[in-house]
């Protein structure tokens, strides 16, 4: 299957995009191709300035058979024309800023999104010369007026990482188009399943493959789609130099795990939303949020913008460190550890000081913001495809010495 055919199913579009059979064998699932270098016609180019999207394949940094199954598989899911896989979502990140950005450009940013993000833009893109302005991106306003002559990208995230704070995309959309912006989404907490950016007007979607996409924990990947025409020069200039790639081996494991998405993100949901109502019922809980809860601010946009609520919730309670560490001691089911999207539930606490001081550096407003929806902490909990009755009865045995 193509990455244009559309007409059939998510589940089979999981399954079967991006893949054939090998001609030469017959087998049904797609090979590893680990070779680095390739068999090179004599007037092959050895010079990426001859590189296009039709040359051979030549050498794996430059592509892959693999990699390039994987790619076609995303795009297919996201409906989109076209996708680069990287080796980490921070890579693909780092491609589109480098790409897209340059001195004297704005980047008008979510004051909340995934920290090595919000810490590159403290960081590294103004020293290259780029002015970032960061912005609560629920506030429309806020983000007009910080939109100026000079921006060339809105960055978004949605939900976004950690707070489950939304995006209107299209209402973003609009305005960051309308000001001659492009604006790029980081949908890796919604997934294809759940939002499509590119639908909604975003030129750009991004994602963490190591997440739900891959789903098991054991591979890390990014992808970065697009229109296809934006996306070769970038694949050219960008990738290809910054040798970001994604590991064959590694990209075999994400479509793996892509086949059985849109089962395990039914089952990620479901389970979610069981676990958010029990906890919302706890009375050791202070504030649980989850875009499938009534409670949350903005659960009529996640009902517009959202086919479901995805398998993401955060929770507060009265000590928060003392739970981090009744948590970590006494769970017997959910993992006390970092990362999220994998088919095992893992939760871990992210004090609301340490998250302003490293990652996100607020106005005093937008600090306002952030503790509305955290708190002085937040226990990130990523809701996996074990029984939710076993969860929240790990759960409960875990808080009840609170």
């Known amino acids: 299957m193509h990455n244009t055919e559309h007409s059939v199913g998510i589940n089979t579009l999981a399954v079967h995009a991006g893949e054939s059979p090998d001609p030469a064998t017959g087998a049904s699932a797609p090979d590893i191709v680990m070779s680095t270098t390739f068999i090179a016609e004599p007037d092959a180019t050895f010079s990426v300035e001859g590189f296009d999207e039709e040359t051979p394949y030549i050498y794996t940094r430059w592509g892959n058979p693999t990699v390039a199954q994987l790619e076609r598989k995303v795009a297919a899911l996201e409906e989109a024309e076209g996708c680069i896989a990287f080796a980490s979502g921070m890579a693909a990140?780092?491609?589109?800023?480098?790409?897209?950005?340059?001195?004297?450009?704005?980047?008008?940013?979510?004051?909340?999104?995934?920290?090595?993000?919000?810490?590159?833009?403290?960081?590294?893109?103004?020293?290259?010369?780029?002015?970032?302005?960061?912005?609560?991106?629920?506030?429309?306003?806020?983000?007009?007026?910080?939109?100026?002559?000079?921006?060339?990208?809105?960055?978004?995230?949605?939900?976004?990482?950690?707070l489950?704070?939304?995006?209107?995309?299209?209402?973003?959309?609009?305005i960051a188009?309308?000001?001659?912006?492009?604006?790029?989404?980081?949908?890796?907490?919604?997934?294809?399943?759940?939002?499509?950016?590119?639908?909604?007007?975003a030129d750009y979607v991004i994602h963490s493959l190591t997440k739900y996409l891959g789903g098991h924990g054991d591979a890390i990947g990014g992808a970065l789609l697009g229109p296809a025409a934006e996306l070769a020069p970038l694949r050219k200039k960008v990738a290809i130099r910054t040798g970001g790639i994604l590991s064959p081996f590694n990209a075999w494991?994400?479509?793996?795990?892509?086949?059985?998405?849109?089962?395990?993100?039914?089952?990620?949901?479901?389970?979610?939303?069981?676990?958010?109502?029990?906890?919302e019922a706890h009375p050791k809980v202070t504030q649980v949020m989850y875009?499938?809860?009534?409670?949350?601010?903005?659960?009529?946009?996640?009902?517009?913008q959202m086919r479901s609520f995805s398998g993401m919730l955060t929770f507060q309670v009265a000590d928060g460190p003392v739970a981090a560490r009744l948590l970590a001691?006494?769970?017997?089911?959910?993992?006390?550890?970092?990362?999220?999207?994998?088919?095992?539930?893992?939760?871990?606490?992210?004090?609301?000081?340490?998250m302003l001081t490293t990652s996100f550096h607020l106005t005093a407003e937008q600090e306002a913001s952030y503790r509305a929806f955290a708190g002085d902490g937040i226990f990130r909990l990523s809701v996996g495809i074990e029984d939710p009755d076993d969860l929240c009865a790990d759960l409960e045995q875990a808080l009840a010495p609170l």
């Open 177 to 201: 188009h309308d000001a001659g912006a492009r604006l790029a989404v980081d949908s890796t907490f919604a997934t294809p399943v759940v939002t499509r950016p590119l639908a909604l007007g």
């Open 93 to 162: 990140i780092s491609a589109l800023f480098f790409h897209a950005l340059g001195a004297g450009d704005h980047l008008v940013m979510s004051d909340v999104a995934y920290a090595a993000a919000s810490e590159m833009a403290n960081e590294l893109l103004p020293r290259m010369g780029v002015r970032v302005t960061k912005v609560n991106m629920s506030d429309l306003a806020e983000l007009r007026a910080a939109i100026t002559p000079e921006t060339k990208l809105v960055y978004a995230e949605t939900p976004c990482n950690p």
């Open 291 to 304: 875009p499938g809860l009534p409670s949350h601010p903005q659960h009529e946009l996640a009902r517009r």
């Open 329 to 354: 001691e006494r769970l017997r089911i959910i993992h006390y550890a970092v990362s999220l999207g994998h088919h095992r539930s893992l939760v871990f606490y992210l004090p609301t000081l340490d």
């Open 164 to 174: 489950l704070r939304l995006t209107d995309i299209a209402a973003v959309a609009t």
């Open 253 to 279: 494991l994400i479509m793996r795990g892509i086949s059985t998405l849109p089962l395990r993100m039914r089952a990620h949901a479901a389970g979610a939303g069981a676990v958010a109502r029990f906890l």
